[in-house]
């Protein structure tokens, strides 16, 4: 009777690891199409504010390899801003960016921004140069509350945007 129950301890415990190891091999393999990146000038030479006008970029640093969650919050933080702030972003104020950290040209970003991981970054640019930036890390917590992802979102630019009046 004990080799029994080992045995079902044995099998259940084995198919626990086996549903593990799976729904991790499919979160690291599970690649959706990207859409081409946006390309911006360097923020810290940032023509369009060289005058002295202050405009708002909210960038989303992410890696090469991408998780479905990373694709997740780069697609609702996109949707976000796209949806408040239509008219900023219609105007130039704001600007939506997505930039892959570990392109050559984009490297100098993971120290400027002290980036340990995809992150949902908000920086207000003046002059030509990064004025302010905050990196909106609760966004990996938040991804599976779209209410409280989404009033995040907004109220980080929302108060880069009123800094830039």
């Given at each position: 009777?004990?080799?029994?129950?080992?045995?079902?301890?044995?099998?259940?415990?084995?198919?626990?690891?086996?549903?593990?190891?799976?729904?991790?091999?499919?979160?690291?393999?599970?690649?959706?199409?990207a859409e081409p990146p946006v390309r911006?000038?360097?923020?810290?030479?940032?023509?369009?504010?060289?005058?002295?006008?202050?405009?708002?970029?909210?960038?989303?640093?992410?890696?090469?390899?991408?998780?479905?969650?990373?694709?997740?919050?780069?697609?609702?933080?996109?949707?976000?801003?796209?949806?408040?702030?239509?008219?900023?972003?219609?105007?130039?104020?704001?600007?939506?960016?997505?930039?892959?950290?570990?392109?050559?040209?984009?490297?100098?970003?993971?120290?400027?921004?002290?980036?340990?991981?995809?992150?949902?970054?908000?920086?207000?640019?003046?002059?030509?140069?990064?004025?302010?930036?905050?990196?909106?890390?609760?966004?990996?917590?938040?991804?599976?509350?779209?209410?409280?992802?989404?009033?995040?979102?907004?109220?980080?630019?929302?108060?880069?945007?009123?800094?830039?009046?």
């Open positions: 009777m004990i080799w029994l129950r080992r045995a079902a301890a044995f099998l259940l415990l084995a198919f626990v690891v086996a549903s593990v190891v799976t729904l991790v091999a499919k979160e690291v393999t599970h690649r959706e199409p911006i000038v360097p923020l810290t030479t940032d023509t369009e504010s060289a005058d002295g006008t202050c405009r708002i970029v909210a960038c989303y640093f992410h890696n090469t390899d991408r998780c479905s969650t990373c694709l997740e919050i780069e697609r609702t933080a996109r949707e976000v801003v796209e949806k408040t702030f239509s008219a900023e972003l219609a105007s130039g104020q704001l600007t939506w960016v997505a930039l892959n950290m570990e392109e050559e040209e984009n490297r100098a970003y993971i120290a400027q921004f002290d980036l340990a991981m995809p992150t949902l970054v908000v920086l207000r640019v003046k002059g030509g140069a990064v004025e302010d930036w905050t990196p909106l890390d609760d966004t990996w917590g938040l991804i599976r509350n779209a209410v409280r992802f989404s009033m995040y979102v907004t109220d980080n630019v929302r108060r880069y945007l009123e800094g830039c009046s």
